[in-house]
Nanobody
């Protein structure tokens, strides 16, 4: 069974950079056909894409966040990370990492989620 676990600080100050790490077990993040994604859910709102990194290292970011977002990976640790710069309170959300089947446009495994609050 594939397991994903988010980690990182739960509180970030405005204008600073949000940084989260997802640790994957049960599968390799370099295994073909899969991508590794970040999805978030602001309070009272639905899920929204942040971006993803493919098994080969290519990245995609939603246009509204592209200028502030960087997703990278550490294949030796089987981890991938999210960095979101210049955060505002609107970036407050429950952040999930998830495995994404790019070809089928389908998310099959999720982490439990981690709450990130942007506040001074």
């Amino acid at each position: 069974q594939v397991q994903l676990q988010e980690s990182g600080p739960g509180l970030v100050k405005p204008s600073q950079t949000l940084s989260l790490t997802c640790t994957v077990s049960g599968d390799s993040i370099t295994a073909n056909s899969y991508s590794w994604s970040w999805i978030r859910q602001p309070p009272g709102k639905g899920l929204e894409w942040v971006g993803y990194i493919t098994y080969s290292g290519s990245t995609y970011y939603v246009p509204s966040l592209k200028s502030r977002t960087s997703i990278s990976r550490d294949t030796a640790k089987n981890q991938f990370t999210l960095q979101l710069s210049s955060v505002t309170p609107e970036d407050t959300a429950l952040y999930y990492c998830a495995r994404y089947l790019l070809l089928g446009d389908y998310v099959d495994y999720w982490g439990q989620g981690t709450q990130v609050t942007v506040s001074s």
